[in-house]
């Protein structure tokens, strides 16, 4: 059996085109609602973040499936909506998946869309939650091992994930910034069984 057999037998796909096309719609709503308000928004703020996922894949069938790193990089905006409340939506790149120890590694790429809501509990330090909509971009089995001679298969996982987001942050007044983070999928990346990202962000940017 190959490991893309492998893979299906952990992670079967059974898209369902419906139900992305509804939340598809429901993407473009809120991204409307949070950007409605910077129309008369003053002193909205502009930046940049860059950090490390410790990203797997949950499910009853995802046993065998261990963490893995990657990256997350990308821009963010923050709305003030009052003295302590604000919207930030976000555009991200972030490389995800999972892996087989000593086998293979479950890339799973995409480009994410937070909208946060932020509020400040304390002069600096923030908790924020928030949706998040995700577009995967490139999914591979990619060997650990070089020289097996394997070579890099698609995994077939569905293109649309949406998560629910819940983090802590503190801002420096030089503008600097530090965020922890846990993306909770929603959405099964795959079919029967119900397999569904998760991912720890750990990241450090900069608002000018």
């Not at 490390?52 to 909506?81: K, Q, Y």
């Not at 330090?125 to 949706?131: K, L, R």
Request: hydrophobic letters at 45%; proline letters at 3%; aromatic letters at 12%.
């Amino acid at each position: 059996m190959n490991h893309l057999a492998k893979w299906h037998n952990i992670c079967p796909i059974d898209a369902n085109k419906n139900k992305e096309i509804m939340i598809k719609k429901l993407w473009i709503a809120c991204v409307a609602i949070a950007f409605a308000g910077t129309v008369n928004a003053q002193d909205v703020k502009i930046g940049f973040k860059v950090g490390m996922n410790v990203a797997s894949v949950n499910g009853s069938n995802a046993n065998n499936l261990d963490s893995r790193t990657g990256f997350v990089l990308g821009a963010i905006a923050e709305v003030p909506i009052s003295e302590k409340f604000s919207i930030q939506p976000e555009l991200l790149y972030s490389a995800q998946g999972a892996q087989q120890r000593n086998n293979f590694k479950y890339d799973l790429n995409y480009v994410l869309l937070p909208i946060m809501a932020k509020y400040y509990v304390a002069k600096g330090f923030s908790v924020e939650a928030g949706p998040q909509f995700s577009f995967l971009i490139k999914d591979q089995l990619v060997p650990i091992d070089q020289y097996s001679g394997a070579s890099k298969e698609n995994t077939d996982a569905e293109n649309f994930d949406l998560a629910a987001n819940l983090g802590l942050g503190f801002q420096f007044k030089s503008g600097l910034f530090f965020q922890t983070r846990y993306n909770l999928g929603l959405i099964a990346i795959s079919e029967n069984p119900d397999i569904k990202n998760g991912v720890f962000q750990m990241t450090l940017g900069y608002q000018f």
